[in-house]
């Protein structure tokens, strides 16, 4: 019973409007070949979102990777060499001697619901280090936003309903109910 009253207080907790802080953290995903990985954070701080790129496995060590955030396109449109136009340009990842990189860029006057609003595509693409042509996309992230199961947005990681928690409270009412029920005919003694 106090499963049941917790899972029912979880749910009632988490109504209401989106707050724009916190952070989220995505996963790089290589692109065409490439074994980069890593990840990116967008932070909510004071007067915009501090975005972080921690990238491994950079094919050349102390080349300089340009990474931005481009918008009206996906990772998927971008590997396909559609890449949508640049919104913010990042901070460029520095490749050290063991092919990991990292950079930290301000963008002023930016809400971190805003980037993940779902009225525009966005992803972030680390491109090969610079060259003479605009160099190609070697890892990306979509910005999708998380949807709960009554349609709503939300960034579940900045304090909003996660998109699992119903489904967990259901299948832990579920099992509650299977107990109990296993108890009933069990009976008592047996």
């Avoid at 996309?137 to 709960?148: E, K, V």
């Avoid at 489904?167 to 003694?189: D, E, K, N, S």
Wanted: a negative charge; charged letters at 20%.
């Amino acid at each position: 019973m106090a499963l049941l009253v917790f899972a029912a207080g979880a749910v009632a907790g988490t109504g209401g409007a989106q707050e724009d802080t916190g952070s989220r953290t995505l996963e790089l995903t290589p692109v065409d070949g490439q074994e980069v990985s890593g990840t990116v954070t967008f932070t909510a701080v004071e007067g915009g979102v501090e975005v972080t790129l921690e990238v491994a496995n950079l094919p050349e060590s102390g080349a300089e990777y340009p990474a931005h955030i481009h918008r009206d396109a996906t990772c998927t449109a971008g590997r396909a060499g559609q890449e949508g136009p640049v919104e913010h340009s990042l901070e460029p990842v520095v490749a050290g001697e063991d092919g990991a990189g990292a950079g930290t860029t301000m963008l002023e006057g930016v809400e971190l619901a805003g980037l993940f609003a779902g009225e525009t595509t966005r992803y972030v693409d680390v491109h090969a280090a610079r060259g003479d042509e605009v160099p190609p996309g070697i890892a990306c992230a979509d910005l999708i936003p998380i949807r709960t199961p009554g349609g709503e947005e939300t960034l579940h990681e900045t304090g909003g309903i996660s998109p699992l928690l119903p489904a967990g409270i259901v299948a832990l009412i579920g099992i509650g109910a299977l107990a109990v029920r296993a108890l009933a005919t069990r009976g008592p003694g047996r």
